[in-house]
């Protein structure tokens, strides 16, 4: 294991501490100078994208289909999120095989959600 400072696609530096072989390690400092944005620019491209809902299933203490806001800064609205109904709650993406939830905002699928989301201006993907 060693430390590497990365400069990323962004112009900012990183520290990152990689693992393996030495061949595999400039590969991926190569990969993340290509394609890799430093934390803070990550986290302002993330915050400028609009707010994007799916439509999943929830496993905690509520049965049936959910709009699970996927992208965008849902954190920045969360007090408006919970005003319209929303909850923060554990589903299983459906496109995936892994047993580990993932955490978000949900709310239940019906007509009404439909057009709180519209009202919220979010998107159903
Ligand atoms: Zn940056």
Redesign the pocket.
């Known amino acids: 294991m060693a430390k590497y400072t990365i400069t990323?696609k962004?112009?900012?530096e990183m520290t990152k501490k990689l693992f393996g072989k030495t061949a595999d390690r400039e590969r991926k400092i190569v990969w993340m100078e290509q394609n890799m944005?430093?934390p803070?620019?990550y986290k302002k491209q993330q915050n400028s994208l609009p707010l994007v809902a799916e439509k999943e299933i929830c496993i905690v203490n509520k049965d049936g289909r959910f709009f699970v806001i996927k992208q965008g800064n849902s954190y920045a609205v969360k007090e408006t999120l919970k005003e319209k109904g929303f909850f923060f709650g554990e589903y299983f993406p459906k496109d995936s095989q892994s047993m580990i939830p993932k955490k978000g905002w949900m709310i239940q699928d019906s007509e009404e959600s439909t057009k709180i989301l519209e009202e919220l201006n979010i998107k159903i993907a």
């Open positions: 990323c962004c112009g900012h944005l430093c803070d620019c």
